[in-house]
């Protein structure tokens, strides 16, 4: 099975850093994208932690995966990150309030495996006929949109979108479940940060991918950046595509 991926991370357009990180590796079928959180400093040095640390243990555990114990490599990584930022929290009273979403994903036996913490999303766009969320934004609006509080249409603009209720960098880190899904030829996976979300709708994203994805992923991350930036950018914006070719 062959993957192609693009990626692309901005800081958007009200932002003067950039706290997201991500890792692309074609070779061995690993992807991270973290959206950081604390502020300039604590937000990028914490979502640089995740993607590093999480990115080297999938990477040197590329030929001992099995599905087996898959899911406890997956959880190690996200357990060491956790640790790595606890610790530079405790280092730096300024870092205090750091941490940072996760997306994973890892391409398996033909399989595509995904997890995340926070309101960083995976989607699957199939056949160029439909864009499928397949994460669920752990945060409080979503929370709210459970309990019928507030409407889904309500998620990207509402005041406390960007509280979120599970991330790395806390002692009561709670491991996500690894969730796997089928992908046919020109099948995409787009993981991406809620700069990109909150900026655009799923018709908005889907229509860019159907419009572009004929000229490779890298002309969809350059689009879809380049419309959230169009949409207002008041975020950091990173995606990461990948086609099943």
């Known amino acids: 099975m062959l993957f192609v991926s693009g990626h692309k ?26 959206d950081g959180m604390g502020g300039h400093e604590g937000g990028e040095m914490a979502s640089n932690i995740a993607v590093n640390t999480i990115a080297k243990i999938l990477y040197s555990t590329y030929t001992d995966r099995q599905k087996k114990n898959f899911q406890q490599i997956v959880h190690k990584a996200l357990q060491e990150a956790n640790e790595e930022i606890i610790l530079f ?3 730096d009273f300024n870092l205090a309030n750091m941490g940072t979403t996760v997306v ?5 036996d033909e399989v595509f495996y995904y997890t995340h913490l926070g309101d960083s999303r995976a989607y699957l766009y ?7 969320q397949l994460t669920t934004d752990d945060s409080l609006v979503m929370e709210m949109v459970k309990q ?23 002692p ?28 655009l709708s799923d018709k908005e994203i889907l229509s860019i991918l159907r ?4 000229r490779g992923p ?13 949409n207002g950018g008041d975020d950091n914006i990173s995606v990461i595509v990948i086609q099943n070719k």
């Not at 199939?126 to 499928?132: H, T, W, Y």
């Open 9 to 34: 991370s901005d800081k958007g357009i009200l932002r003067e850093n950039n706290e997201d990180s991500i890792y692309v590796n074609d070779k061995v079928g690993v992807y991270v994208l973290a």
């Open 89 to 91: 929290r405790k280092r």
């Open 104 to 108: 994973i994903s890892i391409f398996l």
């Open 126 to 132: 199939k056949k160029e006929e439909s864009l499928i």
């Open 148 to 170: 019928g509080m507030i409407s889904k249409d309500e998620l990207r603009t509402h005041n406390l979108r960007h509280i979120i209720t599970r991330y790395l960098g806390t």
């Open 172 to 199: 009561e880190l709670v491991l996500p479940e690894l969730q796997h899904c089928d992908t046919e030829i020109n099948d995409c996976i787009i993981l991406c940060s809620d700069g990109l979300t909150n900026m």
């Open 211 to 214: 419009g572009n994805i004929s």
């Open 218 to 230: 890298q002309s969809v991350c350059n689009a879809l950046v380049d419309k959230a930036n169009t």
